[in-house]
């Protein structure tokens, strides 16, 4: 199985580390993280607001059929050019609360770079509840898929 | 009231965390369990019970003495558990690959 990106989240702790290994040059993958144009598309989220710079800030929202259906938000707290994003992230209205996060970017080679993102979570909980979101989605997205077949067998 | 255990509750406790680690080495008795921790017997039968509730440990009678046993496929439960995440990260990261890979033969 592919696993080019791998996650770490040791029992006990109130920590996750997400690493993945781009086949981008460093400064294409940094860009897909500091760019209002490229976050929208990879993201799927509309970009109301994204600062830059050391004590910048941002916003994200999505919008379906008219309603704001996702709205995220956080402080850029130190942004290093091709190197660092250091910041929280925050879902609203999500019980994981607000998250703090170390990006570490990394050239490989000319056309391959890696990223490091380490979230830590106020408690254990917490990042338990960050984990349980896509298990939850996964299980009502299979239970949606079974009833649509059994609605066609009727 | 029953409360329905999730294993995620189960191992968010250091103690419960300790009796695990020590059951993946060989089966023990509640007592042999208890003598390794400063704990009081009955809070060591306490969380016995939380675990064994959620399937983490397996009880098995042998004689007069019941034997605990570590379940791994309960472990293997918690790792299915993370893959959903990590998948999610990986389709995104797929998709950022292709669209900085588009941008960049423009």
């Keep these: 199985m592919d696993m080019k990106t791998q996650i770490q989240a040791e029992e006990g702790k109130q920590e996750l580390f997400i690493t993945r290994e781009f086949d981008l040059p460093l ?109 939850a989605f996964g299980i009502s997205k299979a239970h949606d898929r079974l009833q649509e077949i059994t609605n066609n067998l009727k | 009231m029953n409360l329905r255990r999730d294993v995620f509750q189960a191992i968010s406790d250091p103690t419960r965390r300790a009796i695990l680690l020590l059951l993946t080495a060989q089966s023990m008795t509640a007592g042999a369990i208890a003598s390794n921790f400063d704990t009081a017997r009955p809070t060591v039968s306490k969380h016995l019970q939380i675990l064994t509730e959620c399937e983490l440990l397996k009880q098995e009678q042998q004689g007069r003495e019941i034997y605990y046993h570590f379940n791994p496929l309960k472990m293997k439960e918690i790792a299915d558990f993370i893959e959903p995440f990590r998948k999610m990260w990986d389709d995104k990261f797929n998709k950022l690959e292709t669209v900085m890979r588009k941008y960049k033969n423009k």
């Design chain 1, 27 to 135: 400064d294409l993958l940094f860009k897909a993280y500091s760019e209002p144009e490229f976050i929208e598309q990879w993201m799927g989220t509309k970009v109301i607001k994204h600062e830059n710079k050391n004590h910048g800030s941002f916003q994200f929202e999505t919008s379906h059929n008219g309603h704001v259906v996702f709205k995220a938000n956080g402080t850029i707290h130190q942004f290093e050019l091709n190197e660092r994003i250091i910041r929280t992230f925050e879902m609203e209205n999500m019980p994981m609360g607000v998250q703090l996060e170390f990006l570490e970017f990394e050239k490989l080679s000319d056309d391959s770079s890696k990223l490091t993102i380490q979230i830590i979570y106020r408690s254990e909980k917490h990042r338990a509840e960050q984990l349980k979101l896509p298990f």
